[in-house]
């Protein structure tokens, strides 16, 4: 439909996953994209990511950076500018989520877990935002999770308590950045079949849960998270900010009780 044509995209974490179909999905629509990725694990998939865009007749970069450490957001930022343009649309999309319970977690899984996912939303939407500023026009979109909202597992504490924090962040961005027509808004998947749940799913007994716990009784997909930002970043989202949009089945308006009170 290239809702997004003429725009210039950065989505952090967006070598594989939820941020590949992204990637993807931002550039079917028109826009030209920067794909960014840390381990040197993901330097392979992203530049495999980098090519399908390009088949998709957009330009495409890739740019290692840990985007929980300034120095190198910044130079993220230059890189992008320098080979794309300006940013316009901005997708906070890197993560972690380590499984340790929280007598168990240590000061380094907290903090690299803050660094991920809160930190880097801070840094790479402040550089944006004073580009986007003058120009009267921006899209943010944070990547969150249904534990913004609710505790989802016993084991990740750090990752349920970053990801609630995100979703304040994003209010908070939203009212300040909304006068100058900057859109700060969230997605918030629930379970989705991408490699960052393949330990976890791996157990069939595990994943049976996951889609009956679910009220659509099935997991999401990647694809479905990346039409969810693709409607945020376009214009047919202008007068919505502030928004956490859950792309979750329903699971999180899903009170848990026993199964036998749907039964009877």
């Not at 000061?107 to 500023?133: G, H, P």
């Not at 006068?179 to 991408?194: E, F, L, M």
């Not at 994943?207 to 009956?212: F, I, L, S, T």
């Not at 699971?251 to 848990?256: I, Q, R, S, W």
Request: hydrophobic letters at 40%; proline letters at 4%; charged letters at 25%.
């Amino acid at each position: 439909m290239n809702r997004l044509q003429q725009k210039i995209a950065l989505v952090t974490g967006g070598s594989r996953g939820i941020g590949k179909a992204i990637v993807l999905r931002i550039a079917e629509e028109g826009a030209d994209v920067a794909i960014n990725y840390h381990s040197e694990r993901s330097e392979a998939q992203a530049e495999e990511v980098k090519l399908a865009v390009e088949r998709l007749g957009r330009r495409a970069i890739v740019i290692k950076a840990d985007v929980g450490n300034k120095a190198e957001v910044e130079k993220m930022m230059q890189t992008v500018e320098e080979e794309l343009g300006e940013v316009n649309i901005l997708v906070n999309n890197a993560g972690i989520a380590p499984f340790e319970p929280f007598m168990k977690v240590s000061e380094e899984t907290w903090d690299r877990t803050y660094n991920t996912n809160v930190k880097s939303i801070f840094l790479a939407s402040q550089l944006a935002a004073k580009k986007m500023i003058p120009k009267r026009y921006g899209k943010i979109i944070n990547v969150l999770s249904t534990a913004s909202l609710m505790v989802t597992s016993p084991v990740i504490p750090h990752y349920q308590s970053s990801k609630a924090a995100g979703h304040m962040l994003t209010k908070g961005m939203a009212i300040e950045l909304g006068p100058y027509n900057i859109n700060v808004n969230a997605v918030g998947p629930s379970t989705v079949d991408t490699d960052m749940c393949t330990d976890f799913l791996a157990d069939p007994e595990i994943r049976r849960k996951e889609k009956e716990a679910n009220p659509m009784k099935r997991l999401g997909t990647a694809k479905q998270i990346g039409d969810a930002v693709v409607f945020l970043a376009s214009d047919e989202a202008m007068q919505i900010n502030g928004h956490l949009l859950m792309v979750d089945g329903g699971l999180t308006v899903k009170a848990a009780q026993p199964e036998d009170h749907l039964e009877h």
